[in-house]
């Protein structure tokens, strides 16, 4: 990629988080080993304070800002916010690792295609309101389902609907509980969610009509 100065620019990714950030430390060290090639987190937006991930970004030198929605007047205020902050940091891509906040469809709007979430379950199993957490895996474990994995999948204006990029299954065992599965899907989490923002860098990941086609995966 070339600018009008015919210098290099560098792919810009934004994370969005609300807590832990251990999808956030992935792409991090992906970015860092050059798995994820020529690319910078250009910020890091947490939806509230003193979560694990601003101390990530603190000690990793990455900029970050809280933008907590609890400190707008409404919503549409804070997606204004959020849009702004986004577009002030001409991101090419925006990962929401879990973030916790529904994002308005201003948002989705003034990014089509740009904003990507992971979720821990095989989708469009156990998506949508109330599956978050240990939630997901609790419902997964009521179901009696045999195997769980994790998605990521483009955003859209309701909650993990949008299109299908690319999944990772775990076996689920008997004796599991919400917790161990938990972890056995987050290891995957660790490992695809590098994975697809290294192929959406690399320009292999293309929507047409929503469905997502994947070019060439290596
Ligand atoms: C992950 O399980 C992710 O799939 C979900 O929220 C969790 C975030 O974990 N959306 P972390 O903050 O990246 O550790």
Known sequence: MVDESNSYKKFKIAVL??????????IIDSIQSGYIPETDISIVISSKEGVFAIER????????VIINPK???????????????????????ICMAGFLIKLEPEIIQAFPNKIINIHPSLLPKFGGKGMYGLNVHKAVLDA???????????????????????????????????????????????????????????GKVEIIDKKVIIKDNS
């Not at 076996?171 to 959406?200: A, G, K, M």
């Open 144 to 202: 009696g389902e045999k195997e769980s994995g994790c998605s990521v999948h483009f955003a859209d204006e309701e909650f993990d609907t949008g299109p299908i990029i690319m999944q990772r299954k775990v076996p689920v065992f008997e004796n599991d509980t919400p917790e161990i599965l938990s972890h056995r899907v987050l290891e995957q989490e660790h490992q695809l969610y590098p994975e697809v923002i290294r192929l959406i860098k690399l």
């Open 71 to 93: 400190e707008f007047p409404d919503r549409k205020q804070w997606a204004k916010k959020m849009i702004e902050v986004l577009k002030e940091n001409d991101v090419d891509l």
């Open 57 to 64: 970004c603190k000690k990793h030198n990455i900029n970050y």
């Open 17 to 26: 988080v609300s807590g832990s950030g251990s999808n956030l430390q992935a």
